[in-house]
């Protein structure tokens, strides 16, 4: 058979096919989902929900919505080496699946989901962290984490013995750079006498730094093994190397994201002083509700200290003596009378 | 080349660039700050970083001495550090152990398969198998990590520990020199501590497969038959010793060591299963054998140079500057040892590198983290660049054997 | 009769393949606990649409020049797997340099392919270099060099060299290309079809052309059919080995151009490292054929893209990693069994037109 024509037979079945199967629901239809919504879609990067930290979070608060408002909740991930093409399908084939709210947790989503949200406008769209997707049916959701970073960085240079406290970042991009930014301002603002270490695990396009505890626990022993005796690991997954890393060597650390003292293995808890909370649960689900409830409004909404995004975590009570001093240093940058930078 | 006299003469050369180089470096460190080039922490740090590269390496050079080039060892790497996570996690250490290796070997037979009884392509055979390895450990981890707690589709649960050790009375005999802070010595001190104190059993292990590959593949008569099979497959079978026997055996460990290497690196080197966590780890260990002239000792070297590195860049940024300024001395050298002997392409070859790496250390003093982060890669690719004259691979590595 | 039983030997290697392939992705699916049938109609249906046939051949498009760039390699027994390195940094060379210039369209455009093919043919002339000069093996020097390019890019892609980083974003990026140097997408009933695409089909008709009609694609397969006849012949084996190289490399620094020229526009940390194994897989699928290579990227990017589905009905959609393997092996092996069974019909025609004589 001529090739062409054997393509063109190829097209034909296809369509034949997806005739018969039919798709499922229409999010571009003309008629305003009623009830609000039915359904909610979250859509992570390459890591996927189970990592601990930031996608679990962000999975809490949508699933926290979706039971009360009895939503159908299905979740997807990106694949390694995923084009901003690919996730542009993704998205696309969860609005035309019909979904009617789509979260994606990850900056990388940003560029695709301008395109598609454009493409369904009766679907409503969040992204978390990142303010730069725009259209009347987008939520950017955008946290201070410099602000929370300051005050573990402030827990940090009250509590170091040695003058010396450490950083480990991730991947040396712009969104955890703003924790080293953070940190380090918070812990010379504390005490003018420390001195910051910081490091990186990985360079992008390589996000393994997000998922190497080897490397984060080998970075953090040369840390400790340098005199510093505080480390603030900003890396995801691998903050358990680091956390590991603290009780080997009878020093400190700082967690990330969640509240890590409750996470970690009892053997490594009593070494982290305190975790810098990220709450994206709070914007996911009030994302959620907003559209439930149809007070949803585009635009980018920051969670800071002043609404509950970002703070430290008490757990394990080692910061207890000092608590008064951080929620004053939180109350002034509240207040606006401290300014915090986002770059380092 | 047997009698005392020229064994001690071959080897006093590289001794005393050892112990030169070592010097030099140390009093670099010394002089600018960078107290964890040579520190136990560095050294006990470089041991873990080595010992995966070191599996692989060994691996390939199996595979290379029977005649195949083994590019599946990242696969047979991948494939350990899922199953040696996952076993180890369900039953505990020994059947970790086990199931890594195995796994390996498993990928290992399946290359075999491929190269010896169908006779492709051995590069193409042992990529794929790279590609099968990644997805099929994602595939699993979706289907067991994912709904445990602690786990997810890239990760596992913690893996359990393996126990450490200490040479008894090491830390009394040594300690004081280590903490005198004189130059050169307290180092050197470092080093043998952080070689002997807190050493996992695996380690040991895996120290020990290198005498025990330099004893079977040069001492037994399966080794010769294996390295035959690698110079001359044809001739070994007009003598009776099938090819693709000892292909298909060298194989099977060649991808049990890089299983093991996986295991490892699951256990050891961290303690839990993460995707991706082999980076290329297998395709460096392959870098060392090439390096290593396909003998063991010198892809040791190759594997502690590059762990070595590794382990600088990833505790202390500040040692690469120093380790630049060292590499540049030795780039100057070399310069002038060529200037000298009035070949100017190769002065300005050596020598314009040199200027650069000795200006920018001048200037900076550090390394950029970005840059930082390939500093491995460019010590491999330069040893690579420096090291070939000597070289010589199995003479019928890469060809397959057509039984006809 | 020989000829029409050659050309089913020809077909059934592939057909071998994708029956395997089926087979296992059954099986993966059932063991996941999904209903084999209904998910593979379900994904097969998707990837069909019309919509999803043109982003398929979007994602080809890149994949087809990575293939080719391999192909070229591979004439050799050279396996680039530095594309990875070579067209990232190929495409942020080209997209520093695209975007700090302002020309008329046609100067810009030429411009920028010109940065590409010199920025990815220098990246692998390194490599191209260690080996003819050094003896250092391509696989192991391209991936050591993928990791540098990776650590280069970071490095001059910070706000403080030559990245941006606009506020609210998270995306570090070059600084945008202006509009005269980008390619407009083709518009078609069902959606917008890269521009780019002309640029892979010219790529790989120039690459069928000097393969098949010069003296030096003539060189490279007689090279790449005996090294030995070759160098009786006369042919210059460091040489050609070196311009492979730099063509492969060359061709690489395209690659990245469709996702700069027709959608982004800037380059930044969305362009994907891992791109290497993909054109090596492709390549191998197509034979270094022109027009088998881009059989292969169009598989492949189907098979990526029907995939999406899967995760709807909580399949993990990374079977599609072990199905390309498994059409890679299989196809490999089944090329490998028909070469033998040819050789065996051949043998035998031999001896039968032998014995015709003798008798």
């Given amino acids: 058979m001529h090739p062409r024509r054997l393509i063109a037979l190829a097209i034909a079945a296809g369509l034949g096919l997806s005739a018969c199967l039919g798709t499922t629901g229409s999010g571009s239809g003309t008629t305003p989902p009623t009830p609000p919504i039915n359904s909610v879609a979250v859509a992570y990067d390459i890591s996927g929900r189970g990592d601990g930290g930031f996608n679990d979070i962000a999975y809490n608060g949508a699933k926290q919505a979706a039971d009360e408002l009895g939503l159908e909740l299905i979740e997807v991930t990106a694949k390694l080496d995923d084009t901003d093409d690919d996730r542009a399908e993704r998205l696309r084939l969860l609005a035309e699946r019909g979904y009617d709210a789509i979260i994606a947790v990850g900056f990388t989503y940003a560029v695709p989901m301008q395109t598609v949200a454009a493409e369904f406008p009766l679907v409503r769209f969040a992204i978390v962290d990142d303010g730069t997707v725009t259209g009347p049916n987008v939520r950017g959701i955008l946290f201070a984490e410099h602000e929370g970073s300051f005050l573990v960085g402030a827990a940090a240079g009250l509590w170091t013995q040695t003058d010396q406290v450490g950083f480990i970042g991730a991947v040396q991009i712009p969104l955890i750079q703003k924790f080293e930014a953070g940190f380090a301002a918070g812990a010379r603002q504390a005490n003018p006498d420390v001195e910051?270490?910081?490091?990186?695990?990985?360079?992008?396009?390589?996000?393994?730094?997000?998922?190497?505890?080897?490397?984060?626990?080998?970075a953090a022993l040369g840390m400790y093994d340098n005199g510093v005796d505080v480390i603030f690991a900003a890396a995801g997954g691998s903050g358990a190397g680091v956390h590991e890393a603290a009780a080997a060597s009878g020093s400190w650390s700082i967690g990330v994201d969640a509240d890590e003292y409750r996470l970690a293995p009892e053997a490594v808890r009593d070494h982290i002083l305190t975790s810098m909370l990220k709450n994206a649960n709070v914007g996911t689900y009030e994302f959620l509700v907003s559209v439930a409830n149809m007070t949803f409004t585009p635009g980018v909404v920051t969670y800071g200290l002043a609404n509950g995004g970002v703070g430290y975590a008490t757990s394990g009570g080692f910061v207890d003596d000092i608590a008064a001093e951080l929620d004053a240093y939180a109350a002034g940058i509240v207040a606006g009378e401290i300014t915090v930078p986002e770059t380092p | 080349m047997s009698t005392p006299v020229s064994i001690s003469t071959r080897l006093a050369g590289p001794v005393v660039r050892v112990v030169l180089g070592f010097a030099v470096l140390s009093l670099l460190s010394g002089a600018f700050e960078a107290p964890d080039l040579f520190s136990r922490g560095g050294i006990s740090a470089t041991l873990r970083f080595a010992a995966p590269i070191l599996l692989a390496g060994l691996g390939a050079l199996w595979a290379e001495r029977s005649g195949v080039i083994n590019l599946g060892l990242e696969g047979m790497m991948i494939a350990g550090t899922w199953f040696g996570a996952?076993?180890?996690?369900?039953?505990?250490?020994?059947?970790?152990?086990?199931?890594?290796i195995g796994a390996g070997v498993a990928f290992g037979l399946l290359l075999g398969l491929l190269t010896v009884t169908f006779g492709v392509d051995q590069a193409i055979s042992g990529l794929s198998l790279g590609l099968l390895a990644a997805g099929l450990t994602r595939f699993l981890s979706s289907v067991t990590f994912a709904g445990v707690p602690g786990g997810s589709i890239t990760t596992s649960p913690p893996v359990p520990d393996i126990a450490t050790v200490s040479m008894p009375g090491a830390e009394a005999l040594i300690g004081p020199a280590e903490a005198a802070g004189i130059p050169v010595l307290s180092d050197a001190a470092a080093v043998v501590l952080g070689l002997v104190t807190d050493v996992s059993l695996l380690t040991i292990g895996v120290v020990a497969l290198v005498p025990a590959t330099w004893y079977v593949l040069w001492r037994t008569r399966l080794g010769l038959r294996i390295r035959a099979v690698g110079e001359a497959p044809e001739a070994a079978d007009s003598l009776g010793v099938r090819p693709w026997r000892y292909r298909y055996l060298a194989l099977a460990v060649s991808g049990g060591l890089a299983g093991l290497g996986g295991f490892y690196l699951v256990t050891v080197a961290s303690s839990l299963y993460r995707e991706g966590q082999t980076a290329g780890r297998g395709f460096i260990g392959l870098a060392t054998v090439i390096f290593g002239n396909w003998n063991p000792w010198s892809v040791t070297l190759g594997s502690l140079i590059f762990g070595f590195t590794d382990a600088l860049r990833t505790r202390q940024e500040v040692t690469v500057g120093v380790l630049l300024a060292g590499l540049g001395l030795l780039f100057a050298w070399l310069a002038l040892r060529r200037g000298l002997a009035c070949d100017w392409r190769g002065g300005l070859l050596f020598g314009i590198p040199a200027i650069v790496m000795l200006v920018w250390f001048w200037v900076e003093r550090i390394v950029p983290s970005e840059l930082v982060s390939f500093a491995p890669h460019l010590t491999t690719l330069v040893v690579l660049a420096l090291a070939r004259q000597r070289l010589r691979p199995p003479a019928a590595l890469g060809t397959p054997f057509d039984r006809g | 009769m020989a000829r029409l039983r050659g050309a089913a030997l020809l077909l059934a290697a592939p057909a071998a393949a994708a029956f395997l392939a089926l087979v296992v992705a059954a099986a993966v699916l059932a063991a996941a606990g999904a209903d084999p049938g209904t998910t593979l109609l379900d994904a097969l249906a998707y990837g069909l649409r019309p919509e999803t046939l043109v982003a398929v051949v979007n994602k080809a498009i890149p994949y087809y020049l990575a293939g080719i760039a391999a192909a070229v390699g591979f004439h050799l027994r050279l396996f680039n797997i530095g594309i990875d390195g070579q067209y990232r940094l190929a495409a942020f060379a080209t997209a520093v340099v695209g975007a700090?210039?302002?020309?008329?369209?046609?100067?810009?455009?030429?411009?920028?392919?010109?940065?590409?093919?010199?920025?990815?043919?220098?990246?692998?002339?390194?490599?191209?270099?260690?080996?003819?000069?050094?003896?250092?093996?391509?696989?192991?020097?391209?991936?050591?060099?993928?990791?540098?390019?990776?650590?280069?890019?970071?490095?001059?892609?910070?706000?403080?060299?030559?990245?941006?980083?606009?506020?609210?974003?998270?995306?570090?990026?070059?600084?945008?290309?202006?509009?005269?140097?980008?390619?407009?997408?083709?518009?078609?009933?069902?959606?917008?079809?890269?521009?780019?695409?002309?640029l892979a089909a010219l790529a790989g008709a120039g690459y069928g052309f000097v393969l098949n009609r010069t003296t030096i694609g003539f060189e490279a397969r007689t090279m790449g059919f005996s090294e030995r006849a070759a160098t009786v012949a006369?042919?210059?084996?460091?040489?050609?080995?070196?311009?492979?190289?730099?063509?492969?490399?060359?061709?690489?620094?395209?690659?990245?151009?469709?996702q700069l020229l027709g959608s982004s526009h800037r380059f930044g940390l969305d362009f994907p490292a891992g791109l290497a194994f993909t054109g090596l897989s492709v390549a191998i699928l197509g034979r270094n054929h022109p027009v088998g290579v881009a059989v292969g990227a169009f598989v492949w990017a189907f098979l990526e893209r029907s995939a999406q589905v899967l995760d709807l009905s909580g399949v993990s959609k990374e079977i599609v990693t072990i199905l390309q393997a498994v059409i890679v092996l299989s196809i490999v092996v089944a090329y490998e069994l028909v070469r033998r069974a040819r050789t065996r019909q051949e043998r035998r025609a031999v001896a039968r037109a032998v014995e015709g004589t003798m008798a």
């Fill in chain 3, 100 to 198: 700090g210039v302002a020309l008329p369209a046609p100067l810009h455009l030429a411009l920028i392919a010109g940065v590409a093919l010199v920025a990815g043919a220098a990246w692998a002339a390194i490599a191209g270099l260690l080996y003819v000069r050094r003896g250092v093996n391509v696989v192991i020097s391209t991936i050591m060099l993928n990791a540098v390019a990776t650590g280069l890019i970071a490095w001059l892609l910070s706000p403080e060299r030559l990245g941006r980083l606009a506020p609210g974003s998270n995306n570090v990026t070059t600084a945008t290309i202006a509009e005269s140097g980008w390619i407009p997408a083709i518009p078609t009933p069902a959606g917008d079809l890269n521009g780019l695409v002309l």
């Fill in chain 3, 234 to 258: 006369g042919i210059r084996g460091p040489r050609l080995a070196f311009l492979a190289m730099a063509a492969s490399g060359a061709i690489a620094g395209l690659v990245g151009l469709p």
């Fill in chain 2, 86 to 100: 996952w076993a180890a996690i369900e039953w505990g250490i020994g059947p970790g152990l086990v199931a890594g």
């Fill in chain 1, 196 to 218: 910051v270490q910081a490091t990186y695990l990985s360079q992008p396009p390589d996000y393994s730094g997000f998922g190497d505890p080897p490397h984060g626990r080998e």
